[in-house]
C-alpha cells in the first residue's frame, strides 16, 4: 500500500516539473497548462483513465468552512462570494460532466460556517484535527452519509506546510488538495483545502506567471474558483483515491486539464472555473475533444461489472457505491457499458431482478419475461434506460446463460463469449447501450 503522504501529493494542485515517467507515486504538472495530444487513439487521449473499483460521492451535500480570521466586511463577502459558486456550480451544466463518474446531477450547500484558527502554518494533519474537533463539538456532522464533503478554505494569512506546502515564503508547491481520514468514529471524511490564493501566495509559488496554471492578471475570486472547481470534480469523483484517475500518469481529471480556464453562467453570475476532463467526449471524438465546461456530448451514467466466485454470480450496477464499502464478495471487472439514468425518447427501461435460490442477478427490458417478479425472481429496480434498437453510437448489449452454474452474463464485447464456450449459452441480443472502458 503507498503511504498517504505519497497519495496525497498526487492530490495536489502542484506547481514543480513532472519527472520524464510519471507514476502514481510522482507528482502532475500542475503548474503547465496540459498538451493535447494527437487524437484518434482507441480510448481518446487517455486510454489510461479508468475506474478502479473504489467509491465516489454521488449528489455531494457540502459544507464550506472558512479557517481563520474572515472577520472583515470585504472577508465575509468574499465568503459569502464563494459558498454561491458552489451552489451555482453544483446547478450547472459544469456538474454533468461528472455523471459520468457516478457522481449524480446536482447537489447541494448543507451550511456556511466559520472556524477561528490561529495557526497560520497548518499541516494536514492540524486540519485533521480542526476537522475531527468540529466534528466533536458538532459544528459538522460525523460524515455517516458518504455524500458529505467538508471544503475548506483558507484566510489569507494562512499556509500550509508539510509534502504539500502551499502559501508559505518558501518551497510552495500547491494551489491546492484533497484528501480524505478515517473519524475517531471510523467514518471516511472527504475534504478540500484551497488557500487565499493573493498575488503574494502566488508569486512564492510561481516564478514565471506564464507556465503557471494561475495567474496574476486574474482576480483573487477567479483564482479560488478555478482551484475549487478542480478540487471538487476530483474529490467528488476519487474520494478515497482509488476510483477515477489513470493508471499510467496517475493524473484524476482536474489534472488532466490543469490550468485550462473557462467560465460558467447561472443566474446573474458568471464563474471562472477549470474545464474538466470528459472521459466519454475523449472517447467519442477520438481526441478531438477532451476537456469541456459544458454538457457532455453524452449525459449517461456508468454500468460497472462485478463477479462473485462465491456466489458464481455476475452484477450490473449503476450505483458506483453499492459494493464500494462492502463488496460481499464480488470484485469489479469493469465499466461494461454507459446507460441513461432517466428515460429519454426512444429507450426503454433495463430491470433488474434477484434469485437467491439460483444466487443470480438477471436484466431484462422484456418485463413479460417476469413482470413485477415469479419463479422466485424479485424486481430490484430499474437498473437504467437503453434502447431496443440500434442508434448511432450505440452496440449490443448480449446477454448469455450458464445452466450449469445458474448464472446470466452480459457483455458488450462479442469476442468474450461470442455464440457461446465454456457452458455459456447465447441468448440474445438484450438492448444497445453507449459502450464502456
Known amino acids: 500500500m503507498k503511504k498517504e503522504a505519497e497519495l496525497l501529493m498526487q492530490e495536489a494542485i502542484v506547481k514543480i516539473p513532472p519527472s520524464k515517467n510519471a507514476t502514481k ?17 482507441a480510448g481518446g487521449n487517455f486510454p489510461g483513465f479508468n475506474y478502479f473499483g473504489g467509491p465516489v460521492v454521488n449528489t455531494p451535500q457540502a459544507y464550506t468552512i472558512f479557517l481563520g480570521d474572515w472577520s472583515s466586511a470585504a472577508n465575509k463577502k468574499r465568503a459569502n462570494r464563494l459558498t454561491q459558486f ?15 463518474y457516478g457522481c449524480g446531477t446536482s447537489g447541494q450547500v448543507v451550511k456556511e460556517l466559520f472556524i477561528a484558527n490561529a495557526n497560520h502554518n497548518l499541516s494536514d494533519a492540524n486540519i485533521h484535527a480542526i476537522l ?5 463539538s458538532l459544528t459538522i456532522p460525523e460524515p455517516t452519509n458518504h455524500s458529505n464533503i467538508y471544503m475548506v478554505f483558507l484566510d489569507d494569512n494562512t499556509g500550509v506546510k508539510g509534502s504539500i506546502t502551499m502559501c508559505e515564503k518558501a518551497s510552495d508547491n500547491a494551489f491546492g488538495y484533497h484528501n480524505f481520514f478515517k473519524t475517531a468514529a471510523n467514518n471516511f471524511c ?11 501566495c502566488l508569486k512564492n509559488t ?41 493508471k499510467n500518469s496517475g493524473n484524476e481529471n482536474g489534472d488532466i486539464c490543469n490550468g485550462n480556464a473557462g467560465t460558467i453562467t447561472v443566474g446573474p453570475n458568471t464563474w471562472t472555473v477549470q474545464k474538466m ?39 450490473y450496477t449503476t450505483n458506483l457505491n453499492e459494493l464500494s464499502y462492502n463488496n460481499q464478495g464480488w470484485g469489479y471487472e469493469n465499466i461494461q457499458c454507459y446507460l441513461f439514468a432517466t428515460q429519454r425518447p426512444a429507450t426503454v427501461p433495463l430491470y433488474r431482478y434477484w434469485n437467491p435460490g439460483a444466487t443470480d442477478h438477471f436484466y431484462t427490458t422484456n418485463w413479460g419475461e417476469l413482470g413485477a417478479g415469479a419463479h422466485g425472481w424479485t424486481l430490484e429496480s430499474i437498473q437504467g434506460y437503453v434502447y431496443s434498437v440500434h442508434v448511432p453510437g450505440t452496440v449490443p448489449l448480449y446477454r448469455y446463460w450458464n445452466a450449469q452454474s445458474a448464472d ?30
Request: contains cysteine; aromatic residues 10%.
Open 277 to 315: 476532463y470528459s472521459k466519454l467526449d475523449d472517447m467519442t471524438s477520438n481526441g478531438a475533444v477532451t476537456c469541456i465546461t459544458t454538457l457532455p456530448s453524452l449525459s449517461v451514467v456508468p454500468l460497472a461489472r462485478y463477479w462473485n466466485p462465491g456466489a458464481t454470480d455476475h452484477f
Open 25 to 41: 507515486q510522482g507528482v502532475h504538472p500542475d503548474t503547465q497548462k496540459q498538451k493535447i495530444t494527437p487524437g484518434g487513439a
Open 408 to 437: 446470466h452474463f452480459y457483455t458488450t464485447n462479442w469476442a468474450e463469449l461470442g455464440t457461446g464456450a465454456h457452458g455459456w449459452a447465447f441468448e440474445l441480443v438484450q438492448c444497445y447501450v453507449y459502450p464502456g472502458i
Open 86 to 100: 458552489v451552489i451555482d456550480m453544483m446547478h450547472s451544466d459544469y456538474m454533468h460532466i461528472l455523471t459520468q
Open 206 to 246: 510561481c516564478s514565471n506567471d506564464a507556465s503557471c496554471s494561475l495567474h496574476l492578471g486574474e482576480t483573487q475570486e477567479q483564482r479560488q474558483t478555478q482551484v475549487t472547481s478542480h478540487e471538487f470534480s476530483e474529490m467528488i469523483s476519487d474520494p478515497k483515491l482509488n476510483a477515477w484517475f489513470d
Open 190 to 200: 472527504y475534504y478540500s483545502v484551497v488557500p487565499g490564493l493573493s498575488d503574494a
Open 132 to 136: 475531527q474537533n468540529a466534528i466533536n
